[in-house]
C-alpha cells in the first residue's frame, strides 16, 4: 500500500490536517507538545526538527500540526507533506506502541465556522459514534453531557459528531469572553466521563424508494464530509418525485448560517442535479 497524503486547510490558521489515504495507528489518537512526549513516534519527533511545529496531532487517518507564529503555512506546507509521505512509505510504524498504558489526555482546539454564531470544538479523540442534535435543555435529557453545556445561559444548541462539538450561542455574549470556559467544561468532562446517550434510529427509506436512496447515498460521499468540515450536518428529509424538490433538515453549524442558501443553491442542489439527471430540480431546508 502506496501512502498518500493531502493538505487540508482549517478554519484555525495555526493547524494544517495532513489527511492520509490509509490508517496509521492502531484506531488511537497520540498528542505531543514536545519532542520529548513524542518518545514513542520517530516521525513526531521528525516533525518537531522542523523549527516552527508547535504540537502533533497524530490520528488514524490523518496528522494535524500547530504552528508557531514564525512562518505562514503557505511556506512550508509542501515541505511538511512530502515529509509524512515520505516516511510512511519508508515502511517506519507512524507510533511505536510499547507501553502498557499511554497516557492520552483530552485535547481540544476551537474553530470557528461559517456561522457566527457557532463555534466548533475539536477533541484528538474520537467521543462518540454518531452524530446527535440539541435545541433545549430537555431534548437532552438522556445525555449528562448536553445537559450540563445547556446549563451555560449563552448556550442555544449542541450538535455532536464523532470528535467535536459545536456550539450555537445567544447574542448576550461574544465568543472571545465564552469560548474559553465552554473548552475547560469540554476538557474536563471528558476527561472524566464517558458520553452515555441513545443511539438514534437509521434513515428508514423504503425498498421501492431508489431515488431516495440514492440521494441519501450523494449526501452522505460528497456533501456531509465538507459541512463536517464546518461544523455542521445535514440529514435527508423527504424526496417528492412529482415536484422533483430534496428536503433536507439543517444541523449544527449550516443551521440558521448566513451562508446555508448558498450551501442549498451552489451545492448540494448543483450536485443533485448533475448526478441525479432529471429526478431534482429544487433542495429545501425545511429549517432554515
Excluded at 507501553?99 to 479523540?125: D, G, H, L, Q, R
Excluded at 435527508?236 to 418525485?241: A, R
Aim: proline fraction near 4%.
Amino acid at each position: 500500500m502506496k501512502y498518500k497524503v493531502k493538505i487540508e486547510k482549517t478554519v484555525n490558521k495555526f493547524i494544517n490536517k495532513f489527511e492520509i489515504n490509509n490508517f496509521i495507528t492502531n484506531h488511537k489518537n497520540y498528542e505531543y507538545a514536545n519532542i520529548d512526549e513524542a518518545k514513542n513516534s520517530k516521525l513526531a519527533q521528525e516533525l518537531f526538527y522542523l523549527p516552527f511545529v508547535k504540537k502533533v496531532y497524530i490520528t488514524p487517518s490523518f496528522i494535524s500540526i500547530e504552528r508557531f507564529n514564525i512562518i505562514e503555512w503557505d511556506v512550508v506546507e509542501e515541505e511538511v507533506r512530502v515529509k509524512i509521505e515520505n516516511y510512511l512509505n519508508s515502511g517506519l510504524n507512524a507510533v511505536d506502541v510499547v507501553e502498557k498504558n499511554i497516557i492520552n489526555p483530552i485535547s481540544i482546539y476551537s474553530e470557528s465556522t461559517p456561522n457566527p454564531a457557532v463555534m466548533k470544538f475539536v477533541s484528538n479523540k474520537i467521543f462518540i459514534d454518531c452524530s446527535l442534535e440539541f435545541n433545549n435543555i430537555d431534548e437532552a435529557s438522556d445525555m449528562k453531557f448536553a445537559k450540563e453545556l445547556f446549563k451555560f445561559p449563552f448556550v442555544k444548541s449542541i450538535y455532536i459528531d464523532r470528535n467535536y462539538v459545536s456550539i450555537t450561542k445567544y447574542e448576550i455574549s461574544e465568543w472571545s469572553e465564552i469560548t474559553g470556559e465552554l473548552r475547560s467544561f469540554i476538557i474536563d468532562f471528558l476527561s472524566k466521563n464517558k458520553l452515555k446517550y441513545r443511539k438514534p434510529n437509521p434513515q428508514k427509506v423504503s425498498k421501492s424508494d431508489e431515488v431516495s436512496e440514492q440521494i441519501i447515498s450523494i449526501l452522505d460521499e460528497y456533501i456531509k464530509p465538507a459541512v463536517s468540515s464546518d461544523g455542521g450536518n445535514i440529514v435527508f428529509d423527504s424526496y417528492d418525485p412529482k415536484e422533483k424538490i430534496v428536503k433536507v433538515i439543517l444541523q449544527g453549524a449550516c443551521s440558521g448560517c448566513p451562508s446555508s442558501t448558498i450551501t442549498l443553491k451552489n451545492g448540494i442542489e448543483n450536485i443533485l442535479k448533475e448526478m441525479m439527471s432529471t429526478k431534482v430540480d429544487k433542495v429545501e431546508a425545511i429549517n432554515g
